[in-house]
């Protein structure tokens, strides 16, 4: 058997492969950031729900009062407004959206508790159903909108709960416990839930990524002489840094008259041919430099880092 010995200098890679590599990290960096996306764009509908509910929630107190004197209190007037502000706020800064809702939930819940106290004042000696319908109205806000979030939920619905159950005067305060800490306690069982769920997705995906790259790996290798092929050269490549001295070669090595001789002994013997060219490829080359079948009798040589006088 005789070899056609071809050299050619590094530049001239993009005229020998394309770099599939390239498109399969990218589509993997497209999947994680797809997922971060989605888990951002569940955040900012829970926000936005949120204030909605609530600023629904005041505009209706406004408008059809629990009793006429006073019509309104100066903290019910600040919950639209500042659900007003903190949209706006939120589409002009577009991220942390879990921290904002964290935030948002504190004020709005302390607000809350402002207006149940300030007008509970008003209802005097009998507000205990007004107390009652306040405790309902935050709680069901907090159970629509922070089903995902127990800490947003403890912040908003809380400092509400506290407020009548001081106010209430042990009038219903059995009722008023239950009612606080039965929701608290499912959302609890809830939110344990989800972090388990969370848990076993990102293992799971983390598992296949694995699994991918292993068999990745795998399918950078030739089968028969345990050679990169041309898949395992194109992800070399997109690894190989510049040289710091000399330059970077392709050898391109063809075996004459192989098909005859194929054709002649058998392809077992053919395969076994291609086997020992191969090892003695990768004997005579140095231990840096990738070896690669490049096509069927063909083999690739890419020498790293090779000075002029060499």
Not at 231 to 255: A, C, F, S, W
């Amino acid at each position: 058997m005789q070899f056609k010995w071809i050299f050619a200098p590094r530049e001239c890679f993009s005229t020998l492969i394309i770099r599939q590599n390239d498109f399969a990290k990218s589509d993997l960096r497209m999947n994680a950031r797809s997922y971060q996306e989605l888990l951002n764009s569940k955040q900012r509908l829970a926000l936005f729900l949120f204030l909605i509910m609530n600023a629904a929630s005041s505009v209706f107190t406004l408008l059809f009062p629990f009793r006429d004197t006073p019509a309104f209190t100066l903290p019910l007037l600040c919950i639209p407004l500042f659900c007003l502000v903190a949209a706006l706020f939120s589409l002009q800064t577009p991220r942390k959206y879990l921290c904002k809702l964290n935030l948002f939930s504190s004020v709005l819940g302390l607000l809350w508790a402002a207006h149940i106290y300030v007008k509970s004042q008003y209802c005097l000696p009998n507000n205990q159903d007004f107390l009652l319908i306040s405790l309902f109205s935050i709680f069901f806000i907090s159970a629509i909108s922070l089903t995902d979030n127990f800490t947003a939920f403890c912040l908003h619905a809380v400092p509400s709960a506290m407020v009548i159950l001081a106010l209430d005067g042990m009038h219903n305060t059995l009722r008023i416990l239950f009612t606080t800490l039965l929701p608290i306690i499912a959302f609890s069982i809830h939110h344990l839930m989800l972090k388990r769920s969370e848990i076993f997705t990102h293992a799971l995906v983390a598992n296949l990524y694995n699994e991918r790259d292993k068999f990745n790996n795998l399918s950078m290798l030739d089968p028969l002489t345990g050679l990169y092929n041309r898949r395992g050269l194109e992800n070399k490549i997109t690894m190989l840094l510049e040289p710091q001295t000399g330059r970077h070669y392709v050898l391109l090595l063809d075996i004459d008259h192989f098909k005859v001789y194929n054709d002649s002994y058998g392809h077992a013997m053919g395969d076994r041919a291609l086997v020992q060219v191969a090892v003695a490829i990768r004997d005579a080359v140095r231990s840096r430099d990738i070896v690669v079948r490049y096509g069927g009798e063909e083999f690739l040589v890419l020498l790293t880092n090779v000075h002029e006088a060499q």
